[in-house]
């Protein structure tokens, strides 16, 4: 019965793998069709349409847009998130749960709602459509994943190594930047990625926040709009293996860095 | 654990010298650090202000004020202002939502959507979660795991296109299908609510798998055993335990895919056709034409967030009493 059951469960989980990797195979292989026409079956291969991205300025400009972004609300994000995971991590204070509450509300908030209320809210505070207006909408959707990320690894820090540097005589924000954020940075690492992932791929915001100069998921989305191509195959793709290497690599990565320490 | 100002002076002659020659010790001996750091740490009550005001402005200014300039442009009746025009204070944004089919009725359809959508993906990633935390060694679970992950670090656009690839008229699924002689003329998958729900199947199953991954890991193997030695039979022990004890991750899966697959825009515009238009759509409207047709859009999108918030509010008091009924 119990080996019945594994047998089954194993198909099961066999199946939503191929669930999950054949859409990304198909879509990777039909960007190596040597026609115009997306569909099966393949009859013929080029490489065409892979060196054409790679002479598009308007692709590349857009993927070089994106990966600013990207760094720009990470670098912000991180900063802020890591504040308030020190600020909210072990401390007890009077309103401590309604800023909890609030800190993470950003990541609960569906994708379209979020997007609609920072273009209002940019428009009040006077950011004008466009990268600026982006950056601070990434920045400010990621800070709770940072919080979140840095308040776990926070509660594992042993207590005792902060009072030591207190007793040597540091004061509290040499012992921070001594102790505390050494200790912290593995969290810091993963977190970053995560977010530079989060924003590189993120379309709604950039959607509704953006100017005339698209995002490359913006670009992808107009492109899919007016008819799909093997060229739109192309960057998707190259998008696709870098952010799945970027993942993958920061996964071993911080997976390495908490065994280590 | 508050610092003392006074016990550092004391300290701070002997210290000098061997302090100077590093980096911090130099930072700590120079002036304008010591006189910030004492001004910094006079009194507990000091030092934590200066820890917390920025979070809490940030908070208050970045992560709610957004919301509450929704919540309040929803209740004017002209913005951005005109010149020369006056704002007035007004329902009337609210309900328009009512007068027309044409807007409750996406505002429906986004709900029931959801909802179903919710429910497939969790009768998907249930077994595959089972299977991951329950059958495998778990030297091996990390790396089974990782491999689902991969594909989920690729962008919504992206998957979604890959989705309208696999369903296409000439699409991988219709060939198949032509090349083994079940039909001869291709299934319209494409732009229906089918498609839609494949793709959003596809990209919230992460968000329902990792919950109810946790919940299954932590449940002890011996109360299954237990039952199984008392003559419990395979599927009055799911019944009995292993639903029970994992309702928990069940309850946040759902609510994390619930509230996500309400907020999508991309894909149903992508994937979906004119019988599927989703809420999203119609509030997206209303930010693409002239401005003055956002406190109307601003209310709709506060009329789509309360009734996601009340929805997986009531969910969730539902699990809490059906978990709490269990333990009797």
């Known amino acids: ?261 | 654990m508050t610092y003392d100002a006074s016990a550092r002076e004391e300290r701070g002659a002997v210290a000098e010298s061997a302090s100077d020659r590093t980096f911090w010790g130099r930072l700590s001996s120079w002036a304008p650090y010591q006189w910030l750091a004492t001004f910094a740490t006079a009194s507990p009550r000091r030092q934590f202000l200066i820890l917390a005001v920025f979070p809490i402005l940030w908070v208050l200014t970045q992560h709610l004020g957004p919301m509450l300039q929704m919540l309040r442009v929803s209740l004017t009746d002209a913005y951005p202002v005109a010149p020369g025009v006056e704002q007035h204070f007004t329902f009337d944004n609210y309900l328009s939502f009512f007068g027309d089919s044409i807007f409750w009725m996406p505002f429906f359809r986004t709900l029931i959507f959801a909802g179903v959508f919710t429910f497939c993906t969790l009768i998907i990633t249930y077994p595959v979660a089972y299977f991951l935390a329950r059958h495998v060694s778990p030297k091996n679970r990390m790396l089974l795991l990782l491999l689902l992950l991969i594909p989920f670090w690729v962008g919504e656009i992206v998957r979604t296109y890959a989705i309208m690839i696999l369903l296409g008229n000439t699409g991988a699924v219709n060939m198949v299908l032509r090349f083994f002689g079940l039909i001869d003329r291709p299934i319209p998958f494409m732009y229906t609510s089918f498609s839609m729900g494949v793709g959003i199947v596809y990209l919230t199953a992460l968000y329902m798998l990792l919950p109810l991954y946790s919940a299954l890991e932590k449940l002890p193997k011996s109360m299954n055993e237990a039952a199984a030695d008392l003559g419990a039979g395979a599927w009055t022990r799911f019944r009995r335990i292993t639903l029970p004890m994992t309702l928990e991750g069940i309850s946040s899966g759902c609510t994390l895919v619930f509230l996500i697959s309400t907020g999508f825009y991309a894909t149903p515009v992508l994937l979906g056709g004119p019988s599927t238009t989703v809420f999203a759509e119609t509030i997206a409207g209303f930010f693409h034409v002239a401005g003055d047709q956002w406190p109307t859009g601003a209310a709709f999108a506060v009329i789509m967030f309360l009734a996601a918030l009340l929805i997986t509010a009531a969910f969730q008091r539902l699990m809490n009493a059906l978990r709490k009924g269990d333990t009797k």
């Open chain 1, 1 to 261: 019965m119990t080996r019945h059951n594994r047998i089954l469960l194993s198909c099961v989980y066999w199946a939503f793998v191929a669930y999950v990797f054949v859409p990304l195979i198909l879509m990777v292989m039909m960007g190596f069709k040597d026609s115009k026409f997306i569909g099966f079956p393949i009859k013929s291969w080029t490489l065409d349409w892979y060196t054409g991205v790679f002479a598009d300025t308007e692709t590349l400009a857009a993927f070089g847009y994106s990966v600013a972004i990207a760094v720009l609300s990470t670098v912000i994000s991180v900063i802020v998130g890591t504040w308030i995971a020190v600020l909210l991590e072990g401390r007890k204070f009077w309103g401590r749960a309604v800023i909890f509450g609030m800190t993470v509300l950003p990541a609960l908030i569906p994708g379209i709602i979020s997007a609609i209320a920072f273009r209002i809210y940019a428009r009040y505070l006077g950011i004008e459509p466009g990268m600026g207006a982006i950056v601070w909408s990434h920045a400010v959707h990621n800070v709770p994943f940072v919080v979140l990320v840095v308040m776990a690894r926070l509660s594992t820090l042993p207590k005792s190594q902060i009072e030591a540097a207190r007793d040597l005589g540091a004061d509290p924000l040499i012992a921070f930047l001594r102790i505390t954020f050494p200790y912290l940075v593995p969290a810091i690492m993963g977190a970053s990625i995560f977010c530079l992932l989060l924003s590189f791929d993120d379309f709604v915001r950039s959607f509704f926040l953006g100017g005339y100069e698209p995002t490359l998921p913006v670009l992808i989305f107009a492109k899919l709009k007016s008819g799909m191509s093997p060229e739109i195959n192309a960057i998707a793709t190259v998008a696709l293996v870098l952010t799945a290497v970027i993942g993958v690599w920061a996964e071993r990565f911080t997976r390495r860095m908490n065994k280590d320490s």
